[in-house]
T-cell receptor, first 115, second 114 residues
Framework: KAGVTQTPRYLIKTRGQQVTLSCSPISGHRSVSWYQQTPGQGLQFLFEYFSETQRNKGNFPGRFSGRQFSNSRSEMNVSTLELGDSALYLC??????????????FGQGTRLTVV | KQEVTQIPAALSVPEGENLVLNCSFTDSAIYNLQWFRQDPGKGLTSLLLIQSSQREQTSGRLNASLDKSSGRSTLYIAASQPGDSATYLCAVTIFSGGYNKLIFGAGTRLAVHP
């Protein structure tokens, strides 16, 4: 059974640009969550998608957005990049169909560097 | 507001030692608690999941316990090996805004030296 796949693994962008990250969840999983990890703030929740709908959102500015497709694949977009957006972006998938069935499986992450 | 704290922040031990990592959370209204391992620059690997109704889970040399009423969990690693060197994170699943989400601790950075 394939795990969670995130692409690309590494990305270097310039301030002001925008970026799109992709996450393919484990087959059969309908919930995809995104997290930002930085040395200073640790792991912070960005948002969660389930069946193409955003169910939950963390405290991030509107420059951070996402979407989920009918095959459960998800993309995250960051517009007008700032230096502080440099981080490891992690995607997690879970079955998401019941509150007891929430074990999260993470991808390898996308390392974004903004210069 | 749920907060998760992990102690110690860093730990360095000789190979073969048994060790305990601690995780505490402020609100006992959790669905489950998960322990993860993270190698430098990599994603998170799920180690153990304890449902709120359970007291402990075991996998190989790892044993995790949960005391929901006191807001504590411990991860016990037996006979540590250099390959265990990594950052260990605990996370609780809470009900927020109508749905579940994970709240993470800052992690314990473990170094096991030969």
């Amino acid at each position: 059974k394939a795990g969670v796949t995130q692409t690309p693994r590494y990305l270097i962008k310039t301030r002001g640009q925008q970026v799109t990250l992709s996450c393919s969840p484990i087959s059969g999983h309908r919930s995809v969550s995104w997290y930002q990890q930085t040395p200073g703030q640790g792991l912070q929740f960005l948002f969660e998608y389930f069946s193409e709908t955003q169910r939950n959102k963390g405290n991030f500015p509107g420059r951070f957005s996402g979407r989920q497709f009918s095959n459960s694949r998800s993309e995250m977009n960051v517009s007008t990049l700032e230096l502080g957006d440099s981080a490891l972006y992690l995607c997690a998938s879970s079955p998401g169909t019941h509150f007891m069935n929430t074990e999260a499986f993470f991808g390898q992450g996308t390392r974004l560097t903004v210069v | 507001k749920q907060e998760v704290t992990q102690i110690p922040a860093a730990l360095s031990v000789p190979e073969g030692e048994n060790l305990v990592l601690n995780c505490s959370f402020t609100d006992s209204a959790i669905y489950n608690l998960q322990w993860f391992r993270q190698d430098p620059g990599k994603g998170l690997t799920s180690l153990l999941l304890i449902q709120s109704s359970q007291r402990e889970q075991t996998s190989g040399r790892l044993n995790a316990s949960l005391d929901k009423s006191s807001g504590r969990s411990t991860l016990y690693i037996a006979a540590s090996q250099p390959g265990d060197s990594a950052t260990y994170l605990c996370a609780v699943t809470i009900f927020s805004g109508g749905y579940n989400k994970l709240i993470f601790g800052a992690g314990t950075r473990l170094a096991v030296h030969p």
